[in-house]
C-alpha cells in the first residue's frame, strides 16, 4: 500500500497486518544532458511502490532531496546537509515506528545517501527501535547490469538512462551522444586514485557534463529487465525480514565471559 493515497483508517488496517515499510529514497540531482533532475527518486519511488505491492507491506512517500553536493557545480541540483538528511530520515522512521513498523528498507537509488542510511540504521537498532537498512536497487543485480552494458558508469550511464526510459517518458533522446562524447564514458580511463588516495571530491573534475558511462546503450526494455530483476530482489528481501523473529534482528546483550567447569 502507497501511504501517500490511503485514507487513515485504510492505512491503519493495512499497518495492523504488517511491520514492515519501505521509504524510498533518492536525489534531486543533475544526470547529465540527458535526464532529468529527478532520476534517482523516480527509479526509488518505481521500485517501492511496485514491490510494496507485491509484498503487501506500506510504501511511504518519497524523500525527493538526498545529499549531493558532489553535484552542486550543475544547475539545479538541491542538497541538504549530511546531518540534516540523518536526522530528518531518522526522525521519519521514529514516526512510523510509532506507527508499529520495526522493519523498515530505505529504497535508495543515490550512492551519496548509502552511509548516512546506514547510520541511520545504526542509531534505530541501537535503540532497539527498529531494524532498518538500506538497499540499493543495483548492487541487488550487479552481473545482470555488467552483461547487459559494456560501459556502464556510476552515474547517468546507460543503467540508469534504461531505467528511466521504462519507468518514465522523461529521456532526451537527441542528448544521448552529447551525453556520452562530452561526459566520461570509461571511468578507468580517469585517474581517480593514486597510492591509495581519492583524488576528486566533485563529478565536474572527472566530467564536463555530469554523465558516466555509455547511455547510448540505453533503451526501455533494458530498462524493463532492470525493473524487474531489482524488484524481485527488493521483494525476497522483504519477505526475508518479515519472518525474522525480533531475537535476530534487534541489538544483542553484552558478550559476557563464558562459565567455565570446576576445571576450567
Same mark, same amino acid.
Given at each position: ?5 490511503? &485514507? ?23 544526470? /547529465? ?26 510504501? &511511504? ?13 550543475? !544547475? ?5 546537509? @549530511?546531518?540534516?538528511? *540523518? ?22 537509488? !543515490? ?13 534505530? !537498532? ?26 556502464? /558508469? ?6 540508469? &538512462? ?14 544521448? /551522444?552529447?551525453? *556520452? ?15 591509495? @588516495? ?17 547511455? &547510448? ?5 533494458? /530498462? ?41
Amino acid at each position: 500500500m502507497y501511504l501517500g493515497d490511503a &485514507t487513515w483508517p485504510d492505512a491503519g488496517g493495512k499497518l495492523d497486518e504488517t511491520s514492515t515499510a519501505l521509504v524510498p529514497i533518492g536525489s534531486t540531482e543533475q544526470h /547529465g544532458p540527458h535526464l532529468p533532475l529527478s532520476t534517482d527518486h523516480v527509479i526509488a519511488e518505481g521500485l517501492a511502490r511496485a514491490a510494496a505491492d507485491d509484498a503487501g507491506v506500506v510504501c &511511504t512517500p518519497t524523500v525527493n532531496i538526498g545529499v549531493s553536493p558532489h553535484h552542486r557545480q550543475f !544547475h539545479g541540483t538541491l542538497s541538504v546537509d @549530511a546531518p540534516t538528511f *540523518r536526522d530528518y530520515v531518522e526522525s521519519l522512521s521514529r514516526s512510523l515506528v510509532y506507527q508499529g513498523i520495526d522493519r523498515i528498507v530505505y529504497v535508495n537509488a !543515490h550512492g551519496g545517501n548509502v552511509e548516512h542510511l546506514r547510520e541511520v540504521g545504526r542509531r534505530l !537498532h541501537d535503540d532497539d527501535a527498529a531494524y532498518a537498512v538500506e538497499w540499493m536497487w543495483d548492487e541487488s543485480i550487479p552481473e545482470l547490469v555488467d552483461s547487459l552494458f559494456e560501459r556502464n /558508469g556510476p552515474h547517468a550511464g546507460p543503467k540508469e &538512462t534504461s531505467m528511466v526510459w521504462y519507468l518514465a517518458d522523461l529521456v532526451r533522446e537527441g542528448k544521448l /551522444g552529447a551525453a *556520452r562524447d562530452d561526459g566520461c564514458p570509461d571511468l578507468d580511463a580517469v585517474e581517480t586514485e593514486r597510492n591509495g @588516495a581519492r583524488l576528486y571530491y566533485d563529478s565536474v573534475e572527472n566530467s564536463h557534463n555530469g554523465a558516466f558511462g555509455d547511455p &547510448t546503450d540505453a533503451s526501455a526494455a533494458k /530498462g524493463e529487465r532492470l525493473f524487474e530483476a531489482a524488484r524481485d530482489q527488493l521483494v525476497e528481501l522483504i519477505e526475508w525480514l518479515d519472518v525474522q523473529p525480533w531475537e535476530t534482528l534487534g541489538p544483542r546483550a553484552h558478550v559476557r565471559e563464558r562459565e567455565h567447569g570446576a576445571d576450567g
